[in-house]
């Protein structure tokens, strides 16, 4: 079949996905074609793609039910506009250009005709001849034309080794012009730098470069990349005989070969052996390294410092009286524990009095005319010790002054607090420690100096830190500095069925109700269809006007991402009918993922750059400032095509810019992981509970559920799966050495 030939420049482009980079669009022809229309509608997959561009598509005709005849396209090249002025004005006036709209680029195009293209590569700084381009937005367009440029030739380039358009520019973003080096030396670096490559796309981009499946650099990289995911899912190191098996089978090799090489890395000090009976326990230097100086410092910092017990009971007691309230036996432990020491953890389950106990630490503290710094690991979770502390809490990463440089060879993240700028505090406490890992823990103990005190708060049965490490754990079993365990439920906090039976769920006890109860309900359903329709319906209808609360102040919080109960599966359900289409809203996919304006959205990593503004009812700003963190929960309140950016509310009326280029950091969250709620707070959550994987179903994962919600918890599913998840203590295995290491130190 011949296929049909049409030239034109883009004048509209309807549907783009970014992913897969299939297109809808229309081309304005220069004259009437064989169809006898001169606006002929094109849909296909497109590398690059911008309003104003000038194509020659070749497809076949098709009649489509509802949009009538349109061509589908099957090869495109563009051409080059030379001399034609009026697609030149389209191009720069379409979007492709930030800043310039089709006035501008009418004036323009009117001062430099057919040279317009030549005058912004070659010489931009002509552009301030034209009325409205200062100097600075003169340049701002020729770097910009240079990098579409750029980027169209780099999605080319890419499309010969199978990668997605979205994924070629995120490569193209990430290295600039080095990418072509980079993949023609040394693509494993792909994977570990580019958020959503893998080791087998990394490794597909090798082959196709040349590299055989037996080299010694492909061996190497794999095993890297194998250790690399092993901290992705929390281990510090692997035992050698998983690390040889993972890596061959990743490889496809014979586990000799992969064992020789890691002989090799271990001769040449890339890798690290810490032989532990018969183990042998494989880290990388730096992990190895940051083990060790974390045990050393910690021991350093476990100074005594010298407390009147006597007097400091009579602070207690007069604080009592004053704010009318009663500190157990353990509390006054953890308070004068935690004056005297120079490391203190203060561990507890909800409603055992952990902050009145740091509330009673912070006012003896302040009495004597400390300095104290307090943190947590999250915004969700400063913020809240800031309300129950009445003190100023900032995140662990603002303590640390978080700097992240871009645009060099030194680019990442680092911390301008450190041994050379130690924190200026005579007492630092951090809340929700559990989720601490050990590489924020690393960067911590470096700004502290020796002579201050560390008291770390947190609940030891909650789940894991997402990074790798069992920070808090670790240093309970090590047994070096005090460990106060708060477990009396207080009176008023006995009163909660929520923290009841979170209690009961950790002495691996069955869940209790009543008819009496008001704060916790299981509603008995025992397939995903039914389920699912319950928690829409409770979102939607039931829990709003009972709690007298709105249905995004309601979390889902499901055990799994995939899966027909998942987070993938419920949050479109969920957005249909929180948020429905309505003609009005604008939406646009990203990565796969549908948002709509009013969309209720979760920033899913720390991004520190990212500029937020507050703005008063008048639109004005009244406050700036920079960083947006994972799990910070706002909703989408403009979509904007032309601009190709997106306005995300946050907490507090923070209000933020996306690219679209950036919205892969933003994801649906009217349902989101149990792991994504740590260190969070929601008036009441809803949790869908049927079978799952072992693995997952653990009972500190049902735990941290459970105590996320301050007045309702509602578990939907089957009450079979809630008791094998009560029953299931067999938490997912971390390797993790500091506990060894702290303990081998306070030998020495």
């Given at each position: 079949?011949?296929?049909?030939?049409?030239?034109?420049?883009?004048?509209?482009i309807?549907?783009?996905?970014?992913k897969n980079?299939?297109?809808?669009?229309?081309?304005?022809?220069p004259e009437?074609?064989?169809?006898?229309?001169?606006?002929?509608?094109?849909?296909g997959?497109?590398?690059?793609?911008?309003?104003?561009?000038?194509?020659?598509?070749?497809g076949?005709?098709?009649?489509?039910a509802?949009?009538?005849?349109?061509?589908?396209?099957?090869?495109?090249e563009?051409?080059?506009?030379?001399?034609?002025?009026?697609?030149?004005e389209?191009?720069?006036g379409?979007g492709?250009?930030?800043?310039?709209?089709?006035?501008?680029a009418?004036?323009?195009v009117?001062?430099f005709?057919?040279?317009?293209?030549?005058?912004?590569?070659?010489?931009?700084?002509?552009?301030a001849e034209?009325?409205?381009?200062?100097?600075?937005?003169?340049k701002?367009?020729?770097?910009?034309?240079?990098?579409?440029?750029?980027?169209r030739?780099?999605m080319?380039?890419?499309?010969?080794?199978?990668?997605?358009?979205?994924m070629?520019?995120?490569?193209?973003?990430?290295?600039?012009?080095k990418?072509?080096?980079?993949?023609?030396?040394?693509?494993y670096?792909?994977?570990?730098?580019?958020s959503?490559?893998?080791f087998k796309?990394?490794?597909?981009?090798?082959s196709?470069?040349?590299f055989?499946?037996d080299s010694s650099?492909?061996?190497?990289?794999?095993?890297?990349?194998?250790?690399?995911?092993s901290?992705?899912?929390?281990h510090?190191?692997?035992?050698?005989?998983?690390?040889?098996a993972y890596?061959?089978?990743?490889?496809?090799?014979?586990?000799?070969?992969?064992?020789?090489?890691?002989?090799s890395?271990?001769m040449?000090?890339e890798l690290?052996?810490?032989?532990?009976?018969?183990?042998?326990?494989?880290?990388?230097?730096?992990?190895?390294y940051?083990e060790?100086?974390?045990?050393r410092?910690?021991?350093?910092?476990?100074?005594s410092?010298?407390v009147?017990?006597?007097?400091?009971?009579?602070?207690?007691?007069?604080?009592?009286k004053?704010?009318?309230?009663?500190?157990?036996?353990?509390?006054?432990?953890?308070?004068?524990?935690?004056?005297?020491?120079?490391?203190?953890?203060?561990?507890?389950?909800p409603?055992?009095?952990?902050?009145?106990t740091?509330?009673?630490?912070?006012?003896?503290?302040?009495?004597?005319?400390?300095?104290?710094?307090?943190a947590?690991p999250?915004?969700?979770?400063?913020?809240?010790?800031?309300e129950t502390?009445g003190?100023?809490?900032?995140?662990i990463?603002?303590?640390?002054?978080v700097?992240?440089?871009t645009?060099?060879d030194?680019?990442?993240?680092?911390?301008?607090?450190?041994?050379?700028q130690p924190?200026?505090?005579d007492v630092?406490?951090?809340?929700?420690?559990?989720?601490?890992?050990?590489?924020l823990f690393?960067?911590?103990l470096?700004?502290?100096?020796?002579?201050?005190?560390?008291?770390v708060?947190?609940?030891?049965?909650q789940?894991?830190s997402?990074?790798?490490?069992n920070?808090?754990?670790d240093?309970i079993?090590?047994?070096?500095?005090?460990v106060?365990?708060?477990?009396r439920?207080?009176?008023?906090?006995?009163?909660?069925?929520?923290?009841l039976?979170?209690?009961?769920?950790?002495?691996?006890e069955d869940?209790?109700?009543?008819?009496?109860?008001?704060?916790?309900?299981?509603?008995e359903?025992?397939?995903?269809?039914d389920?699912?329709?319950?928690?829409?319906?409770?979102?939607v209808?039931?829990?709003?006007?009972y709690?007298?609360?709105g249905?995004?102040?309601i979390?889902?919080?499901?055990?799994?991402?995939?899966g027909?109960?998942?987070?993938?599966?419920?949050n479109?359900?969920?957005?249909g009918?929180?948020?429905?289409?309505?003609?009005?809203?604008?939406?646009?996919?990203?990565?796969?993922?549908?948002?709509?304006?009013l969309?209720?959205?979760?920033?899913?990593?720390?991004?520190?750059?990212?500029?937020?503004?507050?703005?008063?009812?008048?639109?004005?700003?009244?406050?700036?400032g920079s960083g947006?963190?994972?799990?910070?929960?706002?909703?989408?309140k403009?979509?904007l095509p032309?601009?190709?950016?997106?306005?995300?509310?946050f907490e507090?009326?923070?209000?933020?810019?996306?690219?679209?280029g950036?919205?892969?950091?933003?994801e649906?969250?009217?349902?989101?992981?149990?792991?994504?709620?740590?260190g969070?707070?929601?008036?009441a959550?809803?949790i869908?509970?049927l079978?799952?994987?072992?693995?997952?179903?653990?009972r500190?994962?049902?735990y941290?559920a459970?105590?996320?919600?301050?007045?309702?918890?509602v578990?939907?599913?089957?009450?079979?799966?809630?008791?094998?998840?009560?029953?299931?203590?067999?938490?997912?295995?971390?390797?993790?050495?500091?506990?060894?290491r702290?303990?081998?130190?306070?030998?020495?």
């Open positions: 079949m011949n296929l049909i030939e049409v030239e034109g420049y883009v004048k509209r309807t549907f783009r996905n970014e980079g299939y297109t809808v669009l229309t081309l304005q022809t009437t074609d064989k169809s006898g229309e001169k606006e002929v509608r094109c849909v997959s497109f590398s690059y793609i911008a309003e104003g561009m000038y194509l020659k598509v070749k076949n005709w098709q009649n489509h509802q949009y009538g005849i349109q061509l589908h396209v099957s090869e495109f563009e051409k080059k506009i030379e001399n034609d002025t009026d697609s030149m389209r191009y720069l379409s492709a250009i930030k800043g310039m709209g089709p006035v501008l009418s004036r323009v009117e001062r005709g057919a040279d317009t293209f030549t005058v912004i590569e070659k010489e931009p700084e002509r552009l034209v009325k409205g381009i200062s100097e600075e937005k003169a701002s367009i020729g770097t910009q034309f240079q990098n579409n440029q750029n980027l030739k780099a080319i380039f890419l499309q010969d080794y199978g990668i997605s358009m979205n070629s520019a995120k490569i193209y973003q990430h290295y600039g012009e990418m072509y080096e980079v993949i023609q030396k040394n693509p670096r792909l994977a570990e730098d580019i959503g490559i893998g796309i990394a490794d597909m981009i090798a196709r470069s040349g055989s499946a650099f492909r061996i190497r990289s794999g095993i890297e990349y194998v250790l690399q995911q901290s992705v899912n929390g510090c190191y692997l035992p050698e005989e998983e690390l040889v890596a061959a089978r990743l490889l496809m090799l014979d586990q000799g070969s992969v064992a020789n090489e890691i002989d890395m271990t040449n000090k690290l052996i810490d032989e532990v009976g018969v183990e042998r326990r494989v880290y990388s230097g730096r992990m190895y940051m060790m100086n974390c045990a410092m910690l021991l350093d910092l476990n100074l410092f010298s009147d017990e006597v007097l400091a009971g009579k602070k207690i007691k007069e604080l009592e004053k704010q009318g309230i009663v500190l157990d036996e353990l509390q006054k432990e953890a308070v004068i524990s935690a004056l005297g020491g120079g490391v203190t953890i203060i561990t507890g389950g409603g055992t009095g952990k902050t009145t740091i509330n009673t630490v912070l006012q003896i503290l302040d009495e004597e005319g400390l300095e104290v710094l307090l947590a999250t915004g969700r979770a400063a913020k809240r010790m800031s502390t003190w100023e809490a900032q995140t990463h603002r303590l640390l002054e700097n992240v440089e645009g060099s030194n680019a990442g993240m680092r911390f301008e607090r450190n041994e050379q924190l200026e505090a630092i406490i951090i809340d929700e420690f559990s989720m601490v890992d050990i590489h690393y960067a911590l470096k700004a502290i100096v020796p002579g201050s005190r560390l008291i708060v947190g609940d030891v049965n789940l894991p997402v990074g790798p490490g920070v808090l754990r240093m079993k090590a047994d070096f500095c005090k106060v365990r708060l477990n439920i207080f009176r008023q906090a006995a009163e909660s069925h929520i923290v039976n979170a209690h009961r769920i950790h002495a691996g869940l209790v109700f009543g008819e009496d109860y008001k704060d916790f309900f299981h509603l359903k025992t397939n995903s269809r389920v699912a329709n319950l928690v829409i319906r409770l979102l209808k039931e829990l709003p006007p709690l007298k609360i249905p995004y102040e979390q889902v919080l499901a055990p799994m991402r995939k027909e109960l998942g987070v993938e599966t419920l479109p359900i969920l957005q009918y929180m948020n429905p289409a309505d003609g009005k809203k604008m939406e646009r996919e990203f990565h796969g993922i549908l948002f709509r304006e969309d209720k959205v979760m920033q899913v990593k720390n991004d520190y750059q990212l500029k937020w503004e507050k703005r008063n009812r008048f639109g004005d700003v009244y406050e700036q947006v963190f994972n799990g910070d929960v706002g909703v989408v403009r979509i032309a601009e190709e950016i997106v306005e995300i509310e507090e009326g923070k209000l933020a810019e996306y690219d679209f950036k919205m892969d950091e933003v649906l969250a009217y349902a989101i992981t149990i792991h994504k709620s740590q969070s707070e929601y008036p959550v809803v869908p509970v079978q799952g994987p072992e693995v997952l179903f653990t500190n994962l049902l941290t459970v105590t996320r919600a301050k007045q309702c918890v578990m939907v599913g089957s009450r079979a799966a809630v008791r094998q998840m009560i029953g299931n203590v067999n938490e997912q295995k971390r390797y993790s050495g500091l506990e060894k702290i303990r081998e130190m306070k030998v020495e």
